[in-house]
């Protein structure tokens, strides 16, 4: 009987359709977004998004809401399949819930970087063993000896990654991190990495986070960022109650309140070796 009880209370409660679809929050969404239109675009993409994983829709609904609106606003897509960004459930062990976060893939940064139209090239690549002859840190000249077998070069172990821009003003700006520098990075700022939980977006797809942190790391101190730009970067890895509030940050030495839930998602985080916009 007790069973039956928590069956039929479960069967009750409120799913986070028909919550966004409700009319205060319809309303609230579409003044936010600017229309009636765009508003229920959102609320149909969103769905899309949050039915494809069941912690997602496990998360407080307002959360889920506010880290779409903040994709939205940079006119990014939640599909997993376009990994522009990824709405990821964390646990919020200090309120005892669990809330999605707003966390920028790497092909976020390249679209925004490319609207820009600051952006002559932008290219990130990880770099293959025996392909490195030298790098200089103090000048940036990096000398290298492609393996040009795209089968071979799959197959090669990744030793580190390498990134650069040039703006259409000519100024250039390249760096390169050891694959051991990226994993000490790792280590320090995601607390489930660390733990070798064996779900964090470290673990599902390295090169990915690699890819995304090489960028972050270039254009947040050396490139020319436009207010959508800046708006990703303050917002990445970012939860908020809603949309007004300031966001709350997840995995990093200022905030030990949140902690990474498994992904229940077909689409992982993959991504292609390289990309580059010449």
């Known amino acids: 009987m007790l069973q039956n009880n928590i069956t039929k209370r479960q069967q009750n409660a409120p799913t986070f ?14 003044k936010t977004l600017g229309s009636a239109t765009r508003g229920k675009k959102f609320v149909a993409s969103i769905i899309s998004a949050v039915n494809t994983n069941k912690q997602l829709q ?18 990014l897509s939640p599909s997993p399949q376009l990994g522009h960004y990824y709405m990821v459930p964390f646990r919020d062990t200090k309120n005892n819930r669990t809330v999605a976060t707003f966390q920028l893939g790497y092909k976020g940064y390249l679209q925004l970087a490319i609207r820009s139209g ?71 700022y995601s607390k489930g990495y660390a733990a070798h939980k064996g779900y964090t977006f470290w673990e599902k797809d390295f090169d990915g986070m690699a890819f995304k942190t ?50 229940y998602q077909e689409q992982t985080y993959q991504e292609p070796e390289g990309v580059s916009l010449v």
């Not at 359709?17 to 579409?30: E, G, R």
């Not at 492609?146 to 089968?151: G, K």
Request: hydrophobic letters at 35%; glycine letters at 4%; aromatic letters at 10%.
């Open 58 to 75: 496990e998360c407080d609904f307002p959360t889920i809401v506010s880290a779409g609106i903040v994709g939205d606003s940079l006119n």
């Open 214 to 263: 090489i960028l972050r790391q270039l254009i947040s101190k050396w490139g020319i960022m436009s207010i959508e730009m800046q708006t990703a970067i303050e917002t990445d890895m970012s939860f908020k109650d809603d949309v007004s509030s300031e966001p709350v940050y997840f995995d990093s030495e200022e905030n030990q309140q949140v902690e990474q839930v498994q992904v």
């Open 118 to 188: 600051q952006y002559k090239k932008i290219n990130v690549v990880a770099v293959k063993d025996g392909e490195l002859l030298s790098y200089n840190p103090f000048t940036e000249d990096i000398e290298v000896r492609a393996i040009t077998d795209p089968l071979e070069r799959e197959k090669a172990p990744t030793i580190g990654y390498y990134g650069m821009f040039e703006l259409t003003n000519g100024f250039t700006k390249s760096m390169y991190w050891s694959k051991e520098t990226m994993e000490e990075h790792a280590q320090k």
């Open 17 to 30: 359709a028909s919550y966004v679809k409700s009319d205060a929050v319809l309303a609230n969404i579409s």
